[in-house]
């Protein structure tokens, strides 16, 4: 059994090792100079690989209840079992797992050196252009296979493999979106596929002021709004020149793709205290004005946000840094606090894709089976973010890429 696995990412790793495991002749092309290069950014560098708290309300897809069985099949225990069989040492942190030594370099060497161990043909500068399923011979007999279009730097070649698993990814983390053919050869096969679009990714926002907020990290609640729908997530923060970023914006960006998309005016309230609740701060500030009331307002509320944050939000309501905290009326200092509660932006777009962690779109889930067969075309197979799926941050989409990768990789290599 001869399998080509386009693509050396995650997902196509861990298929061309499953397929080699049972005993495929296995060929991995990929159009980069090596493979899994994307794993070296996963997690700031620490690849958080997976989560205990795995299920498929983690996900979100146009076939949402196609994905229990999936993932079912092959699950975080299994995916522990996998690594730990490769030689990698892990730890836990709040559900989700990591290299122990917390380098993403650490998976993607136990994975290379498994293709080795495998026997695993790997050929990089090998970018697939075009994937044929074999036809009739003359003679009217059924041949099976398929034949490949590679284009190399010395010209183009043809490869002929018994079965393919397309592990082409997504568009996000690109820097050029031109490199994303995998939904086109996809298409080549009749698949029905949803554009990608940018699913884990920055927001953009309006307001000029985010040019004096660049830089700031904080604990806050993030609110999105569209339509009459509400999103929140709470966590760390990052403000930028452009707008807002971190992982509670990240967690909330598809929905505002999504609603961009539907062209809906989109809004966010940031609260950047989320550990008090409206009433105890409104408590806690008159409090504190009665004891600082000689103060500056730039010292009076020193320690209570970040101060950048400060300024903006007195810029905003006319007051001086320079004034007395008790010559400023309680309506006004409340109405400072409360923007600290409540701070409102306007969100007027999503960055590309190629900032993106994962696209929303791609395969759609109803046109493979459980073990990732193409329906329409016997002997393809399909992995990873090129399937209609995207999952929250937290270790989910690299899971997504392990169950699908060993579950095509095993059934390829399995089925005659
Ligand atoms: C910055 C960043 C941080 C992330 N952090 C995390 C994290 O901590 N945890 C998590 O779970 N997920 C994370 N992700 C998402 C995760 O990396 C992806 O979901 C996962 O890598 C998808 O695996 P894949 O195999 O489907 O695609 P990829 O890993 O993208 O692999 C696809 C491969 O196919 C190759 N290819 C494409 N087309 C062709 C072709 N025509 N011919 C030959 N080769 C081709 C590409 O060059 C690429 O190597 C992160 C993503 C990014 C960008």
Known sequence: MKIGVIGGGASGMAAAITAARYGADVTILEQNERVGKKILATGNGKCN??????????YHSGDPDRIGAILRQFGTED??????????MTRERNGGLYPACEQASAVLDVLRFALERHQVTVMTGSRVIQIRAKTKTGTGREKRGFV????????????????IILACGSSAGLKNPDEENGMKLAGGFGLRRIPFFPALVQLRCQESFFRAMAGVRCQAG??????????????????????????????????????LHHQKTLSAVLDFLPQLNEEEWRVMLLARRKKLGFETMEQFWIGTVHKKIIGVILKINCISPHEIARNVTIEKLLSVGKMLKQFPVTINGVNPSAQAQ????????????????ARRQKGLYLTGELLDVDG????YNLQWAWTTGVLAGKAAAETI
Request: proline content about 1%; overall charge negative; some cysteine.
């Open 49 to 58: 690989f997976s989560n205990l708290h795995l299920s498929d309300t983690c």
């Open 79 to 88: 995916t522990l079992e996998f690594f730990h069989g490769l030689g990698l």
């Open 148 to 163: 490949v279009q590679v284009q190399k730097e010395g010209g183009q070649s043809l490869c002929s493999f018994d079965k």
């Open 222 to 259: 993030v609110t999105v709004k569209a339509g009459g729908q509400t999103w929140e997530e709470t966590g760390e923060l990052q403000l930028t020149d452009y707008g807002i970023s971190g992982i509670p914006v990240l967690q909330l960006s598809r929905h505002a793709s999504v609603a």
């Open 358 to 373: 994962v696209c929303g779109g791609g395969v759609r889930l109803t046109e493979v089976t459980d073990s990732l067969e």
């Open 392 to 395: 929250r941050c937290g270790g």
